[in-house]
């Protein structure tokens, strides 16, 4: 059985085939790459696109019904039958594990205009929900099955391998209702691959593992919303109805969550108010999410999943202020001035007089010395206003 694989690497402005052919050059690269440079740590989301091969010959349209599972868009069958019924039986996948399944999804080509095409999705517990389509012209949108009635756990890829497709025609009047295939797209998350390391021989160390940093927490990533200030990174903040919920990374005003409405749905919401919905569960594939607008400016967002890095807060350097210490001006040595004693005028420095005779008297209320030497007599007027020296003969 053969198998169309996607990773990504569509081109805009390609036509189908070229498209093709620049994927399985992306697909190539890859390879070639990863057998090079050896094993490495891959880790990522893609998807990988199936379709049905074989039918009921029991349960199919009327007309051509082979040409509806031959893999080829230029056939179709067809029918004018209202509720006439095509079983897909067999698809392309073959079981083999690619990693955890995230959503699965399908689509067919073909043409409704003036009818509908239903595709309902057979599981091995029974029929899934009922998707209607109207004026489909070429390929349809894609519905997700993820959590249709009856649909299993997805833990297993022979989930995929075992799912069986009713294409169902609702038609009334006008050209007939088409359709040349039906494909099973499969978004899943492909495991880390661990290198292999082989030691050198002639040393044998302990070697003790490097834990591996613990991933960033998942993000909701809103872009094209028509209310450009919803757009950007929703963290992780909590539970709300048994769900997660989301904050915007910039405005705690902004929140994406899941709200009980009838059928349930996810809300893009500002300050409580719903800006932007889609129905859905707990579990809903953000990637594949249809988003419609219910109070916010078109158009509608999409979603992918991304990693919420916070920006590290940087602690301003602390300004130092440095108080000068003052200077400090000695206090001057103060040295007093000694005013001389004013000599008398007519004073006479006296000799020397080793043997003078002293006596003391009082004369005129003054305090007098007198005394005489080598018949001399000398007085001495002692006064509050200096000291006179007298000699006399």
């Not at 697909?27 to 074989?54: E, K, Q, R």
């Not at 996948?93 to 690619?98: A, Q």
């Not at 349809?140 to 649909?151: V, W």
């Not at 030691?199 to 003790?208: A, I």
């Amino acid at each position: 059985m053969g198998i169309i694989t996607k990773y990504n690497v569509r081109q805009p402005g390609l036509s189908g085939h070229s498209q093709s052919r620049f994927g399985m050059k992306k697909i190539l690269f890859f390879l070639t790459a990863f057998f090079l440079l050896g094993p490495a740590l891959v880790s990522a989301n893609t998807y990988i696109t199936y379709y049905f091969n074989a039918y009921d010959v029991g349960e199919a349209w009327s007309s051509d019904p082979a040409d509806m599972v031959d893999g080829n868009t230029g056939t179709v069958a067809s029918t004018i039958t209202n509720n006439d019924i095509e079983l897909c039986d067999t698809n392309t996948c073959d079981g083999t594990d690619l990693g955890t399944i995230l959503s699965v999804a399908l689509r067919f080509y073909g043409y409704d205009e003036l009818g509908d095409v239903a595709l309902r999705p057979v599981f091995g517990g029974g029929d899934g929900d009922t998707h209607r389509y109207t004026g489909v012209s070429g390929w349809s949108a894609y519905t997700d099955i993820t959590s249709d009635t009856n649909a299993p756990d997805w833990s297993a890829w022979t989930h995929i391998q075992e799912l069986d497709c009713d294409v169902e025609s609702f038609w009334g009047s006008g050209p007939s209702n088409q359709c040349g295939r039906v494909d099973v797209r499969v978004y899943y998350h492909v495991p880390t691959v661990t290198p292999t390391v082989t030691p050198t021989p002639t040393v044998t160390p302990t070697v003790t593992p490097t834990p591996s940093p613990s991933p960033s927490p998942l993000s909701i990533i809103v872009s094209g919303a028509g209310t450009a200030a919803l757009n950007g990174a929703y963290c992780p903040a909590g539970k709300y109805n048994s769900c997660f919920y989301y904050d915007h990374r910039l405005n705690g005003n902004y929140q994406l969550r899941y709200g009980d409405a009838p059928g349930g749905s996810w809300k893009i919401v500002d300050i409580g108010v719903s800006k932007y919905e889609v129905v859905g569960n707990c579990s809903t594939n953000f990637v594949t999410a249809i988003w419609s607008v219910t109070g916010g400016s078109g158009p509608a967002p999409s979603t992918r999943y991304g990693d919420c890095t916070t920006t590290p807060i940087t602690s301003p350097t602390p300004t130092v202020t440095v108080t000068p210490t003052p200077t400090v001006t000695p206090t001057p040595t103060v040295t007093p001035s000694v005013t001389p004693t004013s000599t008398p005028v007519g004073y006479k420095t006296p000799s020397p007089t080793p043997a003078l005779r002293r006596q003391q008297g009082t004369i005129l209320g003054t305090d007098l010395i007198h005394g005489y030497n080598n018949n001399n007599y000398i007085i001495l007027e002692c006064t509050t206003t200096g000291v006179l020296w007298i000699q006399a003969k």
